[in-house]
């Protein structure tokens, strides 16, 4: 799921973010066993330790005593009847008398088995009659939920991957040590049992957490659990580099170090898979876009599986009578929402709610995608009552403009309600999206463990979607695109040719580059190539409600009966809103404050097209139409429906002055 491409270009950040975050958990387990007369529960674990169990995207397993009820090499031991001498030598492994390395060469030598040995052996004890009890139902939930499972084992290869077979697990993911044997010259087979690879990290003493700092280099984890029943495996956590939370397990070897110093210990696995997280998804909004996305967030919460979602997802809608009736009781009742997305069904655990208090109670992910303009009365009703824990992101486009500076709406979300937001932007025209048409998205996020949360929510065979670490990015593409959708939309209404539109999209890109970077430098100009950029363009200046209503708003002016946006939205949008024309205003007045109109030719010609200070035909004479001089020529009074409209420009150009 998650791209090559874009786990190298993670990878230098997490591996920062790693080293950061494993000299913390060296440091927390340092506190730890300093602090080790202080009363510990962690029969129960902490909301830090959940949360990491929660977001884990990769969980270790220790395989003897954890994964099976035994020890695979003292079973073999004992199928080949030296049992008693070789778990005597176990113990002294396990009690610090021997090195873990000298250890296993004495049990080997003791064993001195056959290749045929190991395979009559397997054949007498298959792994699925060894399995403890519970594993095989978690290690499926977890992989279910698209975390990686691994084995790290003490033992030998040869007798842990057939148990990685029976679990799913690839032998790429299988960390144990080799057997080395000698090769019969005749047969060309191997024929007896001479040692083990001592390259293997698991041959040596802190071989767990240098197998974990191998996973973690050649993967971008952001959090890796250890679990397992012995020292070896608490030293996971122990050791700079390695797992970022350790779960002892008691269910077949109680230890009591392990016991003691786990950050979780459980006796069964099943309390692992009781705890895993089952997220509660709100949508905020019920507009054409909030009902297409709710409704693959639906059919996402239906499907899976895992139980990672609610199955009931939570709508609020801003209530309305529609022919007589409620909203909300005709959405409930057609599963369909006959007035923003008529046609479209909608799944039936998708429930619509009037109140947004009750939609939001008890969600762990909240989606905005309301009209921007709403958004900052939703946020206050917000304030203060949102879940400890819950996180949100972002569907809408458009910002907010203060004396102090612009400010983006995830922001607004971050601010106002103290949680995390990410955005999803992308070339979304929501009926497509409804008709499950190929549609691609970016997740533009800062934290990147709720990035992956959201991406399986929204993820869908016919909805491809990638994470970005550039929320602003993403966010400023999905607000800008939306002014340069009405330039294509004047063109168009005008009867310009493709060459006409090219160039004007060209230089719409261009301003909504140089505006975005110019505002927040950490925008990464990679951002706009993605689907949030380019490809939402291009789909917002061919489809999409600003460039339709532009076009009319062109035509009605070459007609000689111009119309006004808000009449023509009143008209043509069936209660849908326009975000070019606001968004406009918006950047407008951001330009007006920095003195920068100048240097935006085409959104300052749009801008003033909207008011009807100029002819929508400037929209092709984007550099002229920004140069003449409105402050001191503006005519106060905005053309009105109705109104004839004024031949060429309505005001001098600057350079007659
Ligand atoms: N429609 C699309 O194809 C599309 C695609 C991508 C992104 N977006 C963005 O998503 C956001 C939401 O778009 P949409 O299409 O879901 O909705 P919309 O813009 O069509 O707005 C209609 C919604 O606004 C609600 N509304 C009306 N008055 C309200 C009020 N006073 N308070 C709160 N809500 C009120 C209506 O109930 C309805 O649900 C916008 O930012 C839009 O730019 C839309
Ligand atoms: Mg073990």
């Given at each position: 799921m998650k791209s090559l491409k874009f786990e190298c270009r993670l990878k230098s950040r997490v591996n920062v973010l790693r080293s950061i975050q494993s000299k913390h958990r060296f440091q927390h387990h340092?506190?730890?066993?300093?602090?080790?007369?202080?009363?510990?529960?962690n029969l129960t674990p902490s909301q830090h330790v959940l949360d990491i169990w929660h977001k884990a995207e990769a969980v270790c397993f220790d395989v003897d005593c954890t994964v099976t009820v035994n020890d695979s090499l003292d079973l073999l031991a004992e199928y080949m009847g030296v049992g008693k001498e070789v778990e005597n030598l176990t113990k002294k492994a396990m009690d610090g008398t021997l090195s873990l390395g000298q250890a296993l060469e004495e049990r080997l030598k003791l064993i001195n088995c056959k290749p045929k040995d190991i395979k009559s052996f397997l054949a007498a004890n298959p792994p699925q009659s060894r399995f403890a009890k519970g594993i095989v139902s978690l290690v499926t939930r977890l992989q279910e939920r698209d975390v990686t499972v691994y084995l790290i084992s003490g033992g030998f290869r040869e007798l842990t991957l057939p148990i990685a077979e029976q679990l799913g697990i690839p032998r790429q993911q299988v960390f144990a040590n080799r057997m080395l044997w000698q090769w019969d010259d005749e047969t060309l087979e191997p024929s007896r049992l001479v040692g083990f690879d001592i390259s293997e990290p698991t041959a040596r003493n802190q071989g767990k957490p240098q197998a974990i700092a191998k996973i973690r280099e050649a993967h971008t984890y952001s959090s890796v659990v250890m679990i397992g029943d012995g020292i070896t495996d608490l030293e996971a956590v122990q050791v700079s580099g390695g797992a970022d939370l350790f779960i002892g397990y008691g269910g077949v070897q109680r230890r009591a170090a392990v016991e003691k110093d786990a950050d979780w210990y459980v006796m069964d696995f099943a309390e692992l898979e009781a705890a895993m997280k089952c997220y509660q998804?709100?949508?905020i909004g019920s507009g054409a876009w909030a009902c297409a996305a709710a409704r693959m967030v639906a059919q996402n919460a239906l499907e899976n599986t895992s139980g990672m979602f609610d199955t009931k997802v939570k709508m609020w809608v801003y209530e309305e009578n529609y022919e007589g009736r409620k909203l909300t009781e005709i959405i409930n009742e057609r599963h369909e929402n006959p007035k923003y997305l008529p046609g479209v069904s909608l799944p039936e655990n998708l429930v619509a709610m009037p109140d947004l208090l009750e939609v939001t109670e008890g969600a762990d992910l909240l989606i905005f995608c309301s009209p921007h303009q709403f958004v900052r009365g939703?946020?206050?009703?917000?304030?203060?009552?949102?879940?400890?824990?819950?996180?949100?992101?972002?569907?809408?486009?458009?910002?907010?403009?203060?004396?102090d500076g612009p400010q983006l709406i995830s922001q607004m979300v971050e601010r106002m309600l103290g949680i995390d937001c990410s955005v999803l932007m992308g070339a979304n025209i929501a009926e497509g999206i409804a008709k499950e048409e190929l549609s691609e998205a970016v997740i533009g996020y800062d934290n990147l463990d709720n990035a992956y949360v959201f991406e399986k929510v929204f993820q869908r065979p016919y909805f491809e979607v990638k994470l970005i670490p550039d929320g602003p990015g993403?966010?400023?593409?999905?607000?800008?695109?939306?002014?340069?959708?009405?330039?294509a939309g004047f063109v168009d209404g005008l009867g310009y040719g493709p060459n006409s539109k090219a160039a004007v999209m060209r230089q719409?890109?261009?301003?909504?580059?140089?505006?975005?970077?110019r505002l927040y430098p950490s925008i990464r100009s990679e951002t706009f190539l993605e689907s949030c950029g380019m490809a939402d363009l291009i789909a917002t200046c061919y489809g999409g409600r600003n460039r339709k209503v532009a076009v009319e708003y062109a035509s009605s002016w070459q007609a000689g009966a111009p119309q006004t946006f808000d009449a023509l939205e009143a008209s043509l949008l069936n209660g849908q809103k326009l975000q070019g024309v606001m968004t406009s205003d918006e950047v407008q007045e951001i330009l007006r404050?920095?003195?920068?109109?100048?240097?935006?030719?085409?959104?300052?010609?749009?801008n003033r097209i909207i008011h009807s200070q100029l002819d929508p035909s400037y929209v092709v004479k984007y550099k002229e139409g920004a140069g003449i001089n409105i402050s001191l020529h503006a005519d106060p009074t905005v053309l009105k429906s109705g109104d004839t409209p004024p031949k060429g420009p309505r005001l001098a150009p600057l350079n007659t002055f």
């Open positions: 340092c506190l730890a066993s300093e602090n080790s007369n202080v009363a510990r529960t998804v709100a949508m939703v946020l206050k009703q917000l304030a203060g009552k949102v879940k400890k824990g819950a996180v949100a992101i972002s569907l809408i486009k458009g910002m907010r403009v203060r004396v993403a966010e400023m593409c999905g607000t800008l695109k939306n002014i340069v959708a009405l330039a719409g890109l261009s301003e909504m580059m140089n505006f975005s970077t404050m920095k003195g920068w109109e100048q240097d935006y030719p085409l959104f300052t010609t749009i």
